[in-house]
């Protein structure tokens, strides 16, 4: 039976550093779960900020494969990538495809607001006023 001996910092470092792509597939499990059983739009995900982070993850993965030329580093940029992607494909799909077009939001809505007080002996007098003169 042969047991891993770990021999110097960089040993322990490379192994840490490989166990981060299945940290990173945790991480992102949860949202892309969410974006498959979703039932609406998916208008809560922002895909302008998720097309930056697909991109940054694909330069990375990139640099990875032609400048590093290391197979772990290219493994956690691209668990980074797959899943910064399938966020965006699955946003996109959810939002034009999957659901329609989402409804716009032509509909004003009028707000009273009060004005500001000084006190709240003022404040009261005022929504006094305010709910008298309706």
Avoid at 30 to 39: A, C
Avoid at 82 to 100: C, E, H, K, M, Q
Wanted: charged share 10%; net charge positive; hydrophobic share 45%.
């Amino acid at each position: 039976m042969k047991v891993l001996l770990l021999h110097s910092f960089q040993d322990y470092l490379i192994l840490a550093y490989s166990f981060m792509a299945a940290i990173a597939a945790f991480g992102y499990g949860p949202q892309i779960y969410t974006l498959i059983k979703s039932t609406g739009h998916s208008i809560s995900t922002p895909i302008t900020t998720w097309l930056l982070w697909t991109a940054e993850a694909s330069v990375s993965l990139t640099y990875a494969i032609v400048v590093l030329r290391d197979p772990v580093t290219t493994l956690v940029f691209g668990v980074d990538f797959l899943a910064a992607f399938s966020i965006v494909a699955l946003t996109i799909y959810n939002r034009y495809y999957r659901f329609g077009v989402p409804p716009k939001a032509t509909q004003t809505i009028k707000v009273k607001t009060a004005p500001l007080c000084t006190s709240s002996r003022e404040s009261i007098r005022l929504r006094i006023q305010s709910q008298t003169s309706s």
